[in-house]
């Protein structure tokens, strides 16, 4: 089973990017689906974005489509998702979960047994 550490997260104006990172340690990163999930305050979490194993199949929220942009590199054992035109709604604490041979649905957190410890995101306005 892969470790998984997010990074990247910080404190936008509204309009602006970051991109956070999820990096793997451990053996066999590149039979992960990673999907990142967020959650604000007094909020359930929700999922955000998911990539398979090998890259070739991503997945986002309605809401995000457009602006995030979730990518890997297995080389590197990293996941990244891309967020552009931020929003206050987009604050939250977000992270990424791993889970092994697995093709999805990718929106469940009870399918994922790897989790980071998360990362905060704020949006001002």
Sequence with gaps: ?????????GVVPAGGSLRLSCAASGRG???YAISWFRQAPGKERE??????????????????KGRFII???N???TVFL???SLKPEDTAVYYCAGVAYYSGPYDDPAKFGSWGQGT???VSS
Excluded: H, P
């Design 1 to 9: 089973q892969v470790q998984l550490v997010e990074s990247g997260g």
């Design 29 to 31: 990163f590149n039979v």
């Design 47 to 64: 999922f955000v974005a998911a990539i398979n194993w090998d890259g070739r199949s991503t997945y986002a929220k309605d809401s995000v």
């Design 71 to 73: 990518s890997r590199d």
């Design 75 to 77: 080389a590197k054992n």
């Design 82 to 84: 891309q967020m552009n």
């Design 120 to 122: 905060q995101v704020t």
